[in-house]
């Protein structure tokens, strides 16, 4: 039997020094509001995460993804 992939939707997202993570819709709403192309990572998050989970769900989800993917999250 074939797997069905997971839907996902993405976010754009940006990485503070203390470990903070800011959440944006799309890249362009990120430097409208000031965020660094350069520093700006894409997320791939889960539909059901993104569509019912909250605020502090989808940060904690992002901030598990970019510390798997890029090692450890940046120290105070």
Same mark, same amino acid.
């Given at each position: 039997? /074939?797997?069905?992939? /997971?839907?996902?939707?993405i976010?754009?997202?940006?990485? !503070?020094k203390?470990? !903070?993570?800011?959440?944006y !819709?799309?890249?362009e709403?990120?430097?409208e509001?000031? !965020?660094?192309? +350069?520093?700006?990572?894409?997320? /791939?998050?889960?539909?059901?995460? $993104? +569509? ?8 904690? $989800?992002?901030? +598990? $993804? ?11």
């Open positions: 039997m /074939e797997e069905i992939p /997971e839907e996902k939707d976010l754009f997202v940006t990485l !503070a203390d470990g !903070a993570v800011t959440l !819709a799309d890249e709403w990120a430097i509001r000031g !965020a660094d192309p +350069s520093q700006l990572h894409m997320v /791939e998050v889960p539909r059901e995460l $993104y +569509s019912k989970g909250t605020i502090q769900e989808l940060r904690e $989800y992002v901030a +598990s $993804y970019l510390e798997n993917q890029h090692g450890q999250l940046p120290q105070t």
